[in-house]
């Protein structure tokens, strides 16, 4: 089983900075897309901002400019530092990996419980 354990969320003021981390562990042969999406109250999840093995990133364009996605590739970890925070940043926050567990496994998608961010005005 692969587990995804999510940190950094909290309350910011608008203009503030977060950043969150998220690291993969458990069963893994190998961990290709990771990145984040988000859900606001009411609201669809959406993509925020993802990162491939290869490094291409994925942004949305509310965040642009704003947010930065990285990656640890031997610890199997991605961060969003999120910049210029806004009230409409205010979300859940949900780390997402594609894991193979094991060579001969298909890729899965993992999700991570989640992190809430509020930002104040």
């Known amino acids: 089983q692969v587990q995804l354990a999510e940190s950094g969320g909290g309350l910011v003021q608008a203009g503030g900075s977060l950043r969150l981390s998220c690291r993969a562990s458990g069963s893994i042969f190998i961990v290709g897309t990771m990145g984040w999406y988000r859900q606001a109250p009411g609201k669809q999840r959406e993509l925020v901002a993802t990162l491939t093995m290869s490094g291409s990133t994925n942004i949305a364009d509310s965040v642009k400019g704003r947010f930065t996605v990285s990656r640890d590739y031997a610890q199997n970890t991605v961060y969003l530092q999120m910049n210029s925070l806004k009230p409409e940043d205010t979300a859940v926050y949900y780390c997402?990996?594609?894991?193979?567990?094991?060579?001969?496994?298909?890729?899965?998608?993992?999700w991570g419980q989640g992190t809430l961010v509020t930002v104040s005005t």
């Open positions: 997402h990996a594609i894991v193979s567990p094991r060579s001969t496994a298909p890729p899965t998608i993992y």
